[in-house]
């Protein structure tokens, strides 16, 4: 399962995720896209210093005022210990994580079909 999270990983976040940005600054392992319409996306691969790196978005969002509205981008897979907190104490609402799912490798000779779990997107908005 680890390979295949990191093949994930690789290809479909943080320059992939902000393609058609308007605007993308990286800090650190930080993505940070300004995308038309005001809209922030913020994606990472891994987080060193997670209440750093939110303290500095934070203090993007407050200064910017053409940002009307931010998403910081989770996953279930992701280790980021204190995100959350570092979230909440910058008064960063964020909504459940998005859980990667992949499907389950079976054989052919088992004659299940594969299944596929629900993925949920996670937003969190900036006051």
Known sequence: M????????????????????????RRGPVWIALFSGGRLF??????????????????LISGDDSIQHAEWKTRTHDHAPGLQAALGSAAIS????????????????????????????????AP
């Not at 913020?42 to 203090?59: F, G, I, N, S």
């Open 2 to 25: 680890a390979d295949l999270l990191a093949e994930y990983d690789a290809h479909l976040r943080t320059s992939a995720e902000v393609q058609g940005a308007v605007d993308v600054q």
């Open 42 to 59: 913020v994606a990472y691969d891994e987080l060193d210093v997670p209440a750093a790196r939110v303290a500095e978005v934070a203090a």
């Open 94 to 125: 964020s909504a459940p994580a998005e859980y990667t799912g992949l499907p389950a490798r079976l054989s052919p000779e088992s004659g299940a079909a594969p299944r596929y779990p629900s993925i949920e997107a996670a937003a969190s908005t």
